[in-house]
């Protein structure tokens, strides 16, 4: 069992950055592949990025490549989501998720988080 709790949303104009942090319990943290996912008001929650046990691995969405980075401490339990070059589009709630023995995009259930509100206005 996992829980994970995010962190650092806010509001932001567009062309800054914002630094979202999840920590998740349990000691086998390292064991879990972790992603970030974003819902906006009216869509379906789609996949941001995903980071292997190692770190070595990682994933982004097409929309979000060169602007968002995906990094894990796992010494620290946590994952976090670096986002630059923000622009109105990437308004939503973005939650953080966790996996063991595959990639939190594949189909198939993960663990979540209560999700943190990112704003970008114009």
């Known amino acids: 069992q996992v829980q994970l709790v995010e962190s650092g949303g806010g509001l932001v104009q567009a062309g800054g950055s914002l630094r979202l942090s999840c920590a998740a319990s349990g000691r086998t943290f390292s064991r879990y592949s972790m992603g970030w996912f974003r819902q906006a008001p009216g869509k379906e929650r789609e996949f941001v990025a995903d980071?292997?046990?190692?770190?070595?691995?990682?994933y982004s969405a097409d929309s979000v490549k060169g602007r968002f980075t995906i990094s894990r401490d796992n010494a620290k339990n946590s994952v976090y989501l670096e986002m630059n070059s923000l622009k109105p589009e990437d308004t939503a709630v973005y939650y953080c998720a966790a996996r063991e023995g595959s990639p939190t995009y594949y189909r198939g259930d993960n663990y979540w988080g209560q999700g943190t509100q990112v704003t970008v206005s114009s």
């Open positions: 980071i292997a046990w190692s770190g070595v691995r990682t």
